[in-house]
């Protein structure tokens, strides 16, 4: 698993690079650092993506006054969720009334 140098989300392979779906950051993959990688599935439960083009803003859940640094619209749905230790905070998750460009917030 990879992760963004430059906003901290979850990178995806496409071919020899790694890709950050949310920012379009890239960077070489390495065979020699993937292979140091330890890949485990057991005890989680398969998910599927769920598909938001056709929800209504309303049905999106609550917004809040923050910038989106896509469109500079002033407003965001919001949602938290404790992706870290339970000892540390939870991570906001944005989403651009306008725009629909996602991104998070984490505390340093």
Not at 21 to 26: W, Y
Request: net charge negative.
């Amino acid at each position: 698993m990879q992760f963004c140098d430059e906003c901290g989300s979850m990178m995806k392979t496409e071919g020899d690079r790694w890709v950050c779906g949310s920012c379009g950051h890239e960077e070489l993959r390495d065979d020699e650092t993937e292979r140091e990688m330890a890949v485990t599935t057991q005890g989680q439960e398969e998910s599927e993506v769920v598909d938001t083009s056709e929800v209504d803003a309303a049905d999106m859940g609550p917004t809040t006054s923050e910038r989106c640094p896509e469109c500079g619209n002033d407003r965001a749905f919001y949602e938290m969720k404790q992706i870290r230790a339970a000892d540390e905070s939870e991570t906001r998750f944005f989403t651009c009334t306008e725009c629909e460009h996602k991104w998070r917030e984490d505390d340093h």
